[in-house]
């Protein structure tokens, strides 16, 4: 069945620092794929999403490419803030499989001043 | 706009006991919640999902009778812990999905923390 994976964390990381979630799917159909983000005692939003292969999404800063050549939707951000420390999800939504979300396990990011 | 709650937001509870959790959808009209269970370190776990007016559509090793989800409007659906136990123990979200969107855009909330002793 459909599934995401993506690193586990946690990501420790200083004010500035470039960071990189990594994020792989696999999915019979042609899956649309977004990153979640959930804040301390906050509910999970919705950071950005892509549609089709090639798509980048994008919001506040981060960014992710759909790949469907290796398959992956890698977040990424150059300058990472304290105000970013948060758990990140990588998820998708196979039309063919249903029209639920499928998340990976969650990766926590913490940023040090 | 797109936001969902959810009351409590955390509850404690004795074994035996039953409890209702409610999501409300507060600007928008959602035809269909979903409701899922976090462990900790886990990834979210779809419960079931649940469109308004008909009965709910339960992921396979979720127990219906013990997990009531009733979606009475377009703003509200409840889940309610019957019978509850230790295991049962968990962080419960919902989330809706905006009518006529498409359900690929889901709006959460934030969480009730169930605790049972």
């Known amino acids: 069945g459909d599934s995401v994976t993506q690193m586990e964390g946690p990501v420790t990381l200083s004010e500035e620092a470039c960071l990189t979630i990594n994020c792989t799917y696999t999915a019979t159909g042609y899956p649309s794929l977004f990153w979640y983000v959930q804040y301390p005692g906050e509910g999970l939003q919705l950071l950005l999403k892509?549609?089709?292969?090639?798509d980048k999404g994008s919001n506040k800063g981060f960014e992710a490419t759909y790949r469907k050549e290796t398959t992956s939707f890698h977040l990424e951000k150059g300058s990472v803030q304290v105000s970013d420390s948060a758990v990140y999800f990588c998820a998708l939504s196979d039309p063919q499989a249903g029209t639920a979300l499928i998340f990976g396990k969650g990766t926590t990011l913490s940023v040090s001043s | 706009g797109a936001v969902v709650s959810q009351h409590p937001s955390r509850v404690i509870c004795k074994s035996g006991t039953s409890v209702k959790i409610e999501c409300r959808s507060l600007?928008?009209?959602?035809?269909?919640m979903f409701w899922y269970r976090q462990f900790p370190k886990k990834s979210l776990m779809l419960m079931a999902t649940?469109?308004?007016?008909?009965?709910?559509?339960?992921e396979q090793g979720v127990e219906k009778d013990k997990f009531l989800i009733n979606h009475a409007s377009l703003t509200l659906s409840t889940l309610t812990v019957t019978s509850a136990h230790p295991e049962d123990s968990s962080f419960y979200i919902c989330?809706?999905?905006?009518?006529?969107?498409?359900?690929?855009?889901?709006?959460f909330g934030p969480g009730t923390r169930l605790l049972v002793l």
């Open positions: 892509a549609t089709k292969a090639d």
């Open positions: 649940s469109n308004e007016g008909s009965k709910a559509t339960y």
């Open positions: 989330s809706a999905s905006i009518t006529g969107s498409g359900q690929e855009t889901q709006y």
């Open positions: 600007d928008f009209q959602a035809t269909t």
